[in-house]
């Protein structure tokens, strides 16, 4: 398996406060990605990553900011969670962008009330 | 834009028999990746099966093998033998080979497999 860990893993938050989920990888790859999957949708992309402090904007990006300071940790942040915000998170990374598959970490269940 | 669509929410196989899950795409790309991955209860998602849109082989994995129509824009997963462990999630998802990172995803088929 693919050396990626999430956490935390699970987290209930109230409306309007601010979260972090973090995505560690000890593979060294350079591409990593945030998902979210909800019922009836699969995975969508939020953010992802090409390098250190690159990053560009996936189909679901309102509300989410992210930041990648060392090629190991990709962070995802809710500003102000919203209860659409409520969903399973994906962290996945590949080692080049076009032509490697994506491996999955484990996901965080995120519930925002 | 390109779409995955899988229009099967849910499936039944008897163990030990064969199930095919269904999945079509829309992309105007010559060029490009499909996959199928698995989702078992533990939420992991694990790729089950790659193809590449240039090669005309269908690709196998073992007791698993698709059925890569390109004109049709159609791709299947064919399951032998199924097996109790084999009941998941099943999602498809298309990827552009080019510098677009993202795999877009199928809505999934839910696989249940009867003892």
């Known amino acids: 398996d693919a050396g990626i860990t999430q956490s935390p893993r699970h987290k209930v938050t109230e409306t309007g406060t601010p979260v972090t989920l973090r995505c560690h990888q000890t593979?060294?790859?350079?591409?990593m990605y945030w998902y979210r999957q909800d019922p009836g949708h699969g995975l969508r992309l939020i953010h992802y990553s090409y390098g250190v402090k690159d990053t560009d904007k996936g189909e679901v990006s309102d509300g989410y900011s992210v930041s990648r300071s060392k090629t190991e940790d990709f962070l995802l942040t809710l500003e102000s969670a919203t209860s659409s915000q409520t969903s399973v998170y994906f962290c996945a990374i590949s080692l080049l962008a076009g032509y490697d598959e994506q491996y999955f970490g484990p996901g965080t269940r995120l519930t925002v009330t | 834009a390109q779409t995955v669509t899988q229009s099967q929410p849910e499936m039944s196989v008897q163990e030990a028999e064969t199930v095919t899950l269904s999945c079509t795409y829309d992309t105007s790309e010559s060029d490009y990746y499909l996959f199928w991955y698995k989702q078992p209860p533990s939420r992991q998602m694990i790729l089950v099966i790659r193809?590449?849109?240039?090669?005309?082989q269908n690709a196998t994995e073992n007791r698993f093998s698709v059925n890569f129509q390109k004109a049709a824009k159609s791709f299947s997963l064919k399951i032998s033998d199924s097996q109790l462990g084999d009941a998941a999630m099943y999602f498809c998802a298309y990827r552009r080979v080019d510098s677009s990172y993202k795999l877009i995803f199928g809505s999934g088929t839910r696989l249940l497999v009867r003892p």
């Open positions: 193809q590449e849109a240039y090669k005309q």
């Open positions: 593979e060294n790859h350079r591409y």
